[in-house]
């Protein structure tokens, strides 16, 4: 079975605080890609990154990082300084191998409140 | 601007009745989504299409339809509406030949069913 757990319903921090979004999946497939999505107030979705399974190096795009584990499944997600436009819910996503094409799986989502 | 229209922003729609939304892209995008959003569910997708003229069921495809006519419009038919169909739908689109294709969505449009 293709699952992602995003097992933080809610996270509250306040600004400048860094916080760690959690994204666990299962999948029996070698070769699959991950997503993170952003979902601000507006209700729109914005794409923030796609890792390929076989690239596990980490990648840091300003106060964002992204930590790829395989070993353990997860693809974390870190906000480094938060600030109160951070405030949205996060997705993570899950897309099996191109014979599915584009269909994602998305995680149950985090929403994450930013205090000022 | 280039990108994914859906109407209606938001509908309230009687139990029983016929409902069709709107996806239009501009991006000449071969791949086409339906999801709904729902708390604490995240996304399902309900239909796709992989490029005009063909369409498959996702993972939530029951009380829903959807055609393929040409490349730009997806629309999304409810043909006898049920309050548990009251989500908030997004309409979305990939373009395959950039590889791991990433999703463009639109802005949603928000349906309740009573």
């Known amino acids: 079975a293709q699952k992602v757990t995003q097992a933080q319903t809610e996270i509250s921090v306040v600004e400048k605080e860094d916080v760690t979004l959690d994204c666990v999946y299962e999948?029996?497939?070698?070769?699959?890609?991950l997503f993170w999505y952003k979902q601000p107030p507006s209700g729109e979705l914005v794409f923030l990154i796609r890792?390929?399974?076989?690239?596990?190096q980490n990648e840091i795009s300003g106060r964002y990082s992204w930590n790829f584990q395989k070993s353990t499944s997860s693809f974390n997600f870190t906000i480094t300084a938060s600030q109160v436009v951070d405030s949205a819910v996060y997705f993570c996503?899950?897309?099996?191998?191109?014979?599915?094409?584009?269909?994602?799986?998305f995680g149950q989502g985090t929403t994450l409140q930013v205090k000022p | 601007i280039a990108g994914i229209t859906q109407a209606p922003t938001s509908q309230i729609l009687a139990a029983g009745r016929r409902m069709t939304l709107r996806c239009t892209q501009d991006m000449r995008h071969n791949a086409m989504y339906w999801y709904r959003q729902d708390l604490g569910l995240g996304l399902r997708l309900i239909h796709y299409s992989n490029t005009a003229g063909t369409t498959g069921k996702g993972e939530v495809p029951d009380g829903y339809s959807v055609s393929r006519a040409n490349t730009d419009d997806f629309p999304l038919t409810l043909a006898s509406a049920v309050p548990s169909q009251t989500s908030v739908y997004f309409c979305?689109?990939?373009?395959?030949?950039?590889?791991?294709?990433?999703?463009?969505f639109g802005a949603g449009s928000r349906l309740t069913v009573l």
């Open positions: 979305a689109s990939s373009d395959p030949r950039g590889g791991a294709n990433v999703l463009t």
């Open positions: 890792r390929n399974s076989f690239d596990e």
């Open positions: 999948t029996r497939d070698t070769t699959y890609y």
């Open positions: 996503a899950l897309r099996p191998p191109s014979g599915n094409t584009g269909k994602l799986i």
